[in-house]
């Protein structure tokens, strides 16, 4: 198995996973369904086309940055008429950060990468409105499973949030990994996608492992000197 590794950063981020009606919710870190859309607009397939082989992919996501949570009011219109339509209510992530990956068959995930470096739709982070700020491909790792693959790699937050937390030397960072069966009971989420068919969209729930990891923190201050810690002392 290999595996996708992708950083998923903007001003705006939206991943709703039961969103109804006027209200217009989102997770707290990126969602599976989102993410094989992304894939999907990327290598051009339509909202029609089979998903088979992306819905296989194993997911996972480390929270880098978690920023911060911004609702948001909308109107509208109908084109035809001009009725009024309820106002909506939207939440969107500010300022966030995440390390997302897929993991599945070699060719599979390097012709994502390569999607990925040259999409057919540009991609967005879970609506229209929210584009990356940074280059989603982060490469292709042939040789570590997924967990590793997040576990392993250096803290994405920007600059900032890393100065802000200056005084912490590791940073543990929380993960989500779609859950095999030999994980046990385990939380669930509905955002395995079966259809984006906009006339029958579909979702399955899928099971959601939480974890997490300590990383090193680049921007952290070096300790205090300690002057009873000489050379040659007790």
Known sequence: MSVLLMQLAGPLQSWGASSRFARRSTEAAPTKSAVVGLLAAAQGRERTDDLADLGALRFGVRIDQPGT??????TAHHFVGGEAMPVSERFYLADAVFVAGVEGDGDLIDQLHHALLAPVFLPYLGRRSCPPARSIAMGVDHDHALEQVLRRQE??????????????QQIELEIFLEATPEDGPVDSLRDQPVSFDPLHRRYALRGVRRTSERVANPAATRPDHDPTSVLGGA
């Open 69 to 74: 949570v911004l609702r948001d009011f909308q």
């Open 155 to 168: 803290w994405q937050a920007a600059g900032w949030y890393q100065r802000r937390r200056r005084k912490e």
